[in-house]
């Protein structure tokens, strides 16, 4: 099955820093997410993305389908953007979304 | 308000028992997963069901079974063959079924402890 690799795995940022996170994967994708999980575990959607970028406040992401990864910037971090960053993709004939293993991110005030 | 609902929210269970995990949505979304979640880890897919009547395994299927009668509802029971239960699960919906994923919405989760 497809692989996905996040890096880092871990990040400290001082509020109001900026920071990118990366996601590849090995094969095409049909589907790609990033997700947020709160303390409390809930998963947030932050975008729906399988190719080209999009913006949303301070977040914003790209994916080049074509070199099989995608990045999501965070701008002016807040202390409320700590907690773990998913991004899960699907495969070009697939119908199931595969997770990688997470960023786990902390603001630090 | 549209969404996904699982309950409880927190469940004990002895050794040897079977659990049921629910899962409710009404927002019309045809596709419906199961995933699990241990500790500092990723998200691992156990079921999914694209259309009403139908499930097909995960990567981690076994010692769990799902049924799929009606199209709001997806329950996960969770049994004794179930080596090591105790994790956080969570269950997603996206509207598309059999022409892909779509974009996939979760619901808070239920953490299971197995004493």
């Known amino acids: 099955g497809i692989q996905v690799e996040q890096s880092p795995p871990d990040l400290i940022l001082q509020e109001g820093a900026n920071s990118t996170l990366r996601c590849n994967f090995s094969?095409?994708?049909?589907?790609l997410q990033w997700f947020h999980q709160n303390p409390w575990g809930q998963l947030i959607n932050l975008f729906y993305?399988?190719?080209g970028t999009k913006q949303n406040g301070r977040l914003s992401a790209t994916t080049v389908a074509t070199e099989r990864y995608s990045l999501l910037y965070i701008s002016s971090s807040q202390t409320t953007d700590s907690g773990v960053y998913f991004c899960?993709?699907?495969?070009?004939?697939?119908?199931?979304?595969?997770f990688g293993g997470g960023t786990r991110v902390l603001v630090k005030p | 308000d549209g969404g996904i609902t699982q309950s409880p929210k927190y469940l004990f269970r002895k050794e040897g028992q079977n659990v049921t995990l629910s899962c409710e949505q009404n927002?019309?979304?045809?596709?419906m997963y199961w995933y699990r979640q241990d500790p500092g880890q990723g998200l691992r897919l156990i079921y999914y069901?694209?259309?009403?009547?139908?499930?097909q395994k995960g990567d981690i299927a076994e010692g769990y079974s799902v049924s799929r009668e009606k199209k709001e509802s997806f329950p996960l029971t969770v049994t004794s063959a179930q080596k090591n239960p105790t994790a956080f699960y969570l269950c997603?919906?996206?509207?598309?079924?059999?022409?892909?994923?779509?974009?996939?919405?979760f619901g808070e989760g239920s953490r299971l402890t197995v004493l």
């Open positions: 069901s694209q259309i009403v009547n139908d499930f």
């Open positions: 094969d095409s994708v049909n589907n």
């Open positions: 993305i399988p190719s």
């Open positions: 997603a919906s996206s509207i598309h079924g059999v022409r892909g994923t779509g974009e996939l919405f």
């Open positions: 899960a993709v699907s495969e070009a004939a697939g119908n199931k979304l595969t």
């Open positions: 927002l019309n979304h045809d596709a």
